[in-house]
């Protein structure tokens, strides 16, 4: 299950990720968040947090992620991944090469310096 961090704001949305990541969560809350912003701000910046909860995605999830990804590659300005798995940091590594907008990973305890950097 995805919700929207208190913190979102303009151009900058924050997801706090927990449990399994669904189809649903996609189409109900991060796409039209994200497109919204896209459309108001012509690029987004996005800060995802995965809770020590977070158990993965939907195949469904991820397959949403992934159109979506090379539909709107060119609509980010950042992205923060905050905590979740090992593997987080590895997919975020390979997804950043095919994207111009900068990726970057952090700890969960440096949730306050991913939105630092998000707003500079």
Do not use: C
């Amino acid at each position: 299950m995805i919700e929207v961090i208190q913190e979102s704001q303009g151009q900058l949305l924050g997801l706090k990720a927990s449990g399994t990541v669904t189809d649903a969560d996609y189409k109900n809350i991060l796409i039209p968040r994200l497109e919204a912003i896209i459309k108001d701000h012509g690029k987004a910046r996005f800060l995802f947090d995965f809770d020590d909860q977070f158990h993965g995605y939907e195949p469904a999830a991820l397959w949403d992620d992934t159109v979506f990804g090379v539909k709107h590659k060119n609509d980010f300005e950042k992205i923060a991944l905050v905590g979740g798995p090992k593997w987080i940091e590895w997919a975020s590594r390979i997804s950043a090469s095919f994207m111009p907008g900068t990726v970057k990973t952090f700890t969960a305890p440096q949730i306050q310096e991913a939105w630092s950097w998000l707003k500079q």
